[in-house]
C-alpha cells in the first residue's frame, strides 16, 4: 500500500513538473514573440528550447525556479542570430539578443 502511495505521489510531482514548465515555456514564448515584433526582426522556427534550469532566490528571498530559453531570429532573412529568454518561476526576467545586422532602408 505505501508503495502504491509513493508511486502515485513520484508520479504526481513529475506531471505538476513538466505542466509547469510548459507554461513557462508559453510564456516565454509569447514574450520572445512580442520582443522580435518590437524590434521588427522575425523569429526563426517559432520555438524556444530550455538551455538550463536552476533554483535560486529571488529579491524576496524566496527559492524560485530560473529557466533560460535559447531562441533564434534574423534581421536580414539572410543571418541566423541567437537570443536567450530568462523566466524567473512564470515570470520574464530578461530578453537577451545577439547584436544583429540591420539593413539600410536607402
Known amino acids: 500500500m505505501w508503495d502504491d502511495l509513493i508511486l502515485i505521489a513520484l508520479l504526481l510531482s ?3 513538473y513538466w505542466f509547469n514548465g ?3 515555456k508559453e510564456v516565454a514564448l509569447n514574450a520572445v514573440r512580442g520582443h522580435c515584433s518590437k524590434l521588427c526582426v522575425q523569429m526563426l522556427d517559432e520555438y524556444v528550447a530550455l538551455n538550463s534550469i ?3 532566490r529571488d ?3 524566496n527559492m524560485r525556479v530560473r ?3 535559447l531562441f533564434e531570429f534574423s534581421s536580414t532573412g539572410n543571418e541566423r542570430y541567437n ?3 530568462i ?3 512564470r515570470r520574464v526576467e530578461t530578453i537577451h539578443m545577439e547584436p544583429y545586422r ?3 532602408e536607402f
Open 59 to 61: 529579491r524576496d528571498g
Open 54 to 56: 536552476r533554483l535560486i
Open 14 to 16: 513529475a506531471y505538476l
Open 67 to 69: 529557466r533560460a530559453f
Open 22 to 24: 510548459q507554461q513557462a
Open 87 to 89: 523566466m524567473l518561476g
Open 83 to 85: 537570443g536567450a529568454c
Open 102 to 104: 540591420i539593413e539600410d
